[in-house]
């Protein structure tokens, strides 16, 4: 939409929109001046014309267009003059706009990205190895049609006594499918059955989860899809959103040095307790001392003074009226942060008039009269402000960053060393500073560098740079104050979250919208990056520029790119759209995967989506965003899993996502502990479901050889279609519902173990193909052992022979036996349900088998099993291989265990040992920290100091100054026209008047 008119005067019509990149940032946008007068019914129906843009582009910061109204000359409009789809207006009653593009075709739609079908790792592997295995079903089928060809051509016209001579063979074709039937059951079709059932209580173990149950808002974790669980505890890469994902979305006044004195609440620490608080008490800075001083007549009360007076005349902030309240508005937090902290100090900025302030202090008014703004930009990092006190003197206030404002103090500026430890103290803690500074100007000096601003403002080539070059004329000569220190306050427990998963090995990279040096200082709050790690800035006007850089900071790493180093990456959203050509994305790549930490700034919807999607094509790792406004939404979508924030900014991640949480700090549970729980449940039920099927049904192989590829089945047809369906269908069940790698509290504590199940070395085309082998080794031993032991028949009591489906039963009972406890080695936490699973399914078997032994001719079913169950009971045989054919079986699987468990265990192994012997846990103590040691050595960033020899001057290795600012700049709207459109006190006269008619009317 095109704004053409809104409810301020037509000289003032200025609207700040909010969200529109999800952060905190206000937006100046107004209307051009020569429709702004457009305020009544008549004259909107009166307008006639037409407005020729450019095709609808994915780009929100730009926008050329041109409004021709009949008999007016052509009106160029620009991005100031656009609303974003999903904009907050606000400073407005009502406004008049045009829309230009709807559903599809707006820049919100257009930075879109389709929802891609997401597939775990593990269900890929599974699915690959399936198709495999069919293709392996169709060959054994193969061999067993040659076979039966074979054996037919050496045998058929010889066994005359089974009356077949002169009958017709069967064709190849129907041979295969008999041997297709007698084998498809390889693939276990009840996989997907099981699967669904065990990752559908998984999430239901999500959603019930206490510990991640947000009780300020009442919200639980959710699941939203069941598929992805194992790839939980499989993330290599974190991408995060940062306003209202790693922060409150509040700014806080928190602390402040004057005259080298901190005051502030050196207790306020972040913990659980805060939840409960309010987000107006973020705000609040809590230190009577500051007052006491004041108020005491300490040596410092008019220092302090001076400085609350100016954090209260040194702004761009709009007072509103609401009631009894002043609500402030502000295009910067910080700024906002600041007046408020001033205001509960008793220091209250009432009134905005176009060329004057009003503060009242301690009950007393206050006017400065504004002569002067001399606006922020990065490149000064700085604001100032000429004022006439009210005692009628010239003074320049001045805030902005440390490095700008000491270069410019004057020699009798005092408390200079002791600021700057303070500061250094502020930028530890991870708040954010700005110095406070001013100078007197004498009434000669302040009209000789008046002449210049007038010819500087006057230019129309180089302006800025003009103006610029003026004020550093009149910038000097400070006298410091103090310095203020501002929280843009963290959720609850996010650095030591932050720090968690950076042990696990977990790369963490921050996409966010807003601005680079709020990024940076929030990455230093939140651990991310260390006071000591060098930082690549990125920020390039031209492929050529950006190229260049690349190229450089690539050469500078050397062997070392491609490998993790103590670095930090730093990109703005300009650059990152030249990085992301094809001639240098994949340079690029290699550049941010060399560093510890990536932080990309000023970033479109789809840019961020654009980052994840190039991480996921080159990197054979799993990828999370986690997010919580509508600006994620894209990245959530193209990442392997997408978590969604339930915040403040709307639901549109949370309907987007694949799992929603209330707090960022819950992704170390979600990830460590149901993650990896879910991984290592899912792949033993995959793998021992495939081992189990393929124990049973290679049997029928091996029979294949006995019965000259006849195409028989050893077993009742019951007895098959039961085996997935009862006797076996708990170990799978509990495997992948109960098992436990180890505990919760040592997922915890060793976030190392993360790595273990990282790399997928659990589950891949290799393990699954071992216990394949494993299972055919097995199914040899079953058949081929009770095969022999019964090679020269026998004769039971009562004279009875046996017969082919009697060695069924047989083997049968082993296979069940076998299989239950092969399940019994493969859990590692036992509970009741592993032994109802376990000793249940061989107990089960036992009982249909005696049962159904005697269904005829009760039941006209199976008559060829009657009687078998006293037949193999009293066989002495059947009690032999009872006990040495399982035996046989597991004792190979047995000793591979204990000997991983002994000589080739790992960290894994040396946790389930600790929890296993709690009562000898110190005896294990010296060789559980040397492992703890060498893990964290293997996943660690990087344990030496980055000795790398940069040339290129994109590299900061200064410590961090923790500078705030995010003033909106290069806007249509300059600073001093938005302080000089706005009239509070006319404003709050016209509601008062308005007030009074309305009551007149009443009577």
Not at 561 to 590: M, V
Not at 726 to 753: A, M, R, V
Not at 834 to 859: D, E, M, N, R
Not at 864 to 888: A, D, R
Request: charge should be negative; include cysteine; aromatic fraction near 12%.
């Amino acid at each position: 939409m095109i704004l053409i008119s809104s409810s301020e005067p037509q000289s003032m019509c200025y609207v700040a929109t909010a969200n529109l990149d999800g952060e905190t940032n206000l937006k100046i946008r107004q209307a051009s001046l020569e429709v702004a007068g457009i305020i009544k019914e008549g004259q909107l129906v009166n307008l006639d014309g037409k407005i020729e843009c450019e095709e609808p582009d994915r780009q929100f910061n730009n926008f050329v267009g041109t409004l021709y109204l009949r008999g007016k000359s052509p009106i160029s409009v620009g991005p100031d003059q656009m609303l974003l789809r999903g904009t907050q207006l606000k400073n407005t009653q009502w406004i008049i706009g045009v829309v230009i593009y709807t559903g599809f075709e707006t820049k919100l739609m257009q930075n879109s990205v389709k929802s891609p079908l997401k597939r775990s790792q593990v269900e890929k592997v599974t699915n690959m190895q399936i198709l495999i295995l069919l293709l392996l079903l169709f060959v054994i089928s193969a061999v067993s049609c040659v076979g039966a060809t074979i054996w037919n051509k050496m045998y058929l016209e010889n066994i005359w006594y089974m009356g077949i001579s002169g009958i017709t063979p069967h064709n190849h074709v129907f041979d295969i499918l008999v041997f297709i039937i007698l084998y498809h059951n390889l693939v276990p079709i009840s996989l997907l059955l099981t699967l669904e059932t065990v990752k559908f209580i998984q999430a239901q173990f999500i959603n019930w989860d206490e510990d991640m149950h947000y009780e300020q808002n009442d919200l639980y974790a959710m699941a939203r899809t069941s598929n992805l669980n194992e790839e939980l505890g499989q993330v290599k890469y974190l991408f995060s959103d940062k306003t209202g994902t790693l922060t409150c979305n509040t700014m806080a006044f928190k602390k402040c040095t004057i005259a080298g004195i901190i005051y502030g609440n050196h207790s306020d620490n972040t913990d659980d307790g805060n939840e409960n608080l309010s987000r107006a008490s973020f705000c609040e800075f809590n230190d009577p001392k500051l007052l006491e001083n004041f108020e005491d007549g300490h040596p410092s009360s008019e220092y302090i003074k001076e400085f609350l007076t100016l954090l209260c005349v040194c702004h761009t902030v709009i007072p509103e009226r609401c009631g009894n309240d002043i609500l402030y508005q502000a295009s910067s937090p910080d700024e906002a942060a600041l007046v408020k902290g001033a205001k509960k100090l008793g220091f209250v900025f009432t009134t905005r008039t176009p060329y004057s302030v009003t503060i009242e202090v301690m009950t007393e008014t206050h006017t400065f009269e504004i002569l002067n703004i001399l606006e922020f930009s990065s490149n000064r990092k700085r604001m100032s402000i000429i004022v006439r006190t009210p005692a009628g003197h010239l003074r320049l206030y001045c805030k902005g960053a440390d490095t700008v404002i000491y270069e410019r103090l004057s020699k009798d500026s005092l408390f200079v060393e002791d600021t700057l430890k303070h500061l250094e103290i502020f930028a530890t803690e991870g708040l954010r500073t700005l110095c406070i500074a001013y100078t007197d100007l004498t009434e000669t000096e302040y009209q000789d560098w008046l002449q210049e601003y007038k010819k500087a403002s006057a230019v129309s080539q180089n302006r800025i740079q003009r103006l610029e070059e003026c004020y550093e004329i009149i910038e000097k000569e400070f006298l410091l104050l103090g310095a203020t220190a501002i929280e843009d306050r963290l959720q609850a427990n996010v650095p030591e979250t932050i720090s968690t998963l950076l042990k696990a090995n977990i790369k963490i990279w921050v996409l966010t919208g807003d601005k680079q040096e709020t990024a940076v200082n929030i990455a230093f709050s939140c651990k991310l990056i260390s006071s000591t790690t060098p930082r690549i800035y990125l920020n390039a006007d031209s492929f050529e520029a950006a190229q260049q850089t690349i190229n450089h900071n690539c050469g500078d790493l050397g062997n070392l790119l491609g490998k993790e180093n103590d670095l930090a990456l730093i990109i703005d959203g300009e650059t990152l759209k030249y990085a992301l050509r094809f001639e240098i994305q994949k340079k690029f790549l290699d550049l941010a995967l060399s560093c510890r930490a990536v932080l990309c700034c000023r970033l479109s919807p789809l840019q961020k989506a654009e980052i994840v999607d190039l991480v996921k094509k080159h990197e054979e790792a799993i990828t999370l965003a986690v997010g919580d406004g509508a600006n994620d939404v894209g990245m959530i979508r193209m990442a392997h899993v997408g978590v969604g924030i339930s915040g403040n900014e709307g639901m549109q991640a949370t309907n987007n996502s694949d799992y929603s949480i209330a707090q960022f700090r819950y992704l170390e549970k979600l990830l460590l502990v149901h993650g990896t729980w879910n991984y290592f449940r899912v792949t033993k039920c995959i793998l021992y479901s495939f081992y189990k099927n393929v124990v049973l049904y290679i049997i029928g192989l091996w029979f294949s050889f006995v019965n000259g590829f006849s195409g028989q089945i050893i077993f009742e047809h019951w007895c098959i279609s039961l085996y997935n369906v009862i006797f076996t269908s708990l170990p799978p069940l509990t495997l992948g519902i109960f098992e436990k790698c180890c505990s919760q509290k040592s997922l915890l504590e060793y976030p190392q173990l993360y790595t273990v199940f990282q790399t997928g070395e659990m589950f891949n085309t290799k393990v699954f193909w071992i216990q394949c082998i494993n299972a055919l080794i097995h199914s040899f031993i079953l058949f081929w052992f009770p095969t022999k032991m019964l090679e020269h028949d026998m004769i039971l009591r009562h004279g009875y022979t046996t017969d082919y489906l009697f060695l069924g039963n047989f083997i049968y009972s082993y296979v069940v036996v076998t299989v239950c406890l092969k399940a019994g080695l493969e859990t590692t936490s036992w509970n009741r349900f592993s032994h109802v699973a376990i000793w249940g399914s061989i107990i089960s078997w036992i009982l249909f088998f005696s049962v159904y032994s005697f269904f005829w001719p009760i039941f006209s079913v199976a008559p060829e099993m009657t009687g078998q169950i006293n037949m193999v009971l009293s066989c002495p045989h059947f009690w032999m291989g009872f006990l040495l054919v399982p035996t046989t079986c597991l004792i190979q699987n047995f000793f591979w265990k204990l000997i991983k468990n002994t000589y080739k265990r790992g960290l894994l192994e040396e946790i389930q040992e600790l929890e296993s012997r709690k009562d000898s846990i110190l005896e294990h103590s010296e060789i559980f920290e040397k492992r703890m040691t060498a893990a964290s050595l293997a996943v660690s960033f990087s344990t030496q100091p980055c000795e790398i020899f940069f040339r290129d001057d994109s590299v900061d290795l200064s410590a961090p100054h923790g500078y705030a600012f995010s003033q909106t700049e290069g806007a249509v709207v300059t600073q001093e026209e938005l302080v000089r459109a706005y009239d509070t006190a006319k404003m709050e006269n016209s509601r008062i008047s308005k007030r009074s008619s309305d009551f007149s009317e009443i009577f």
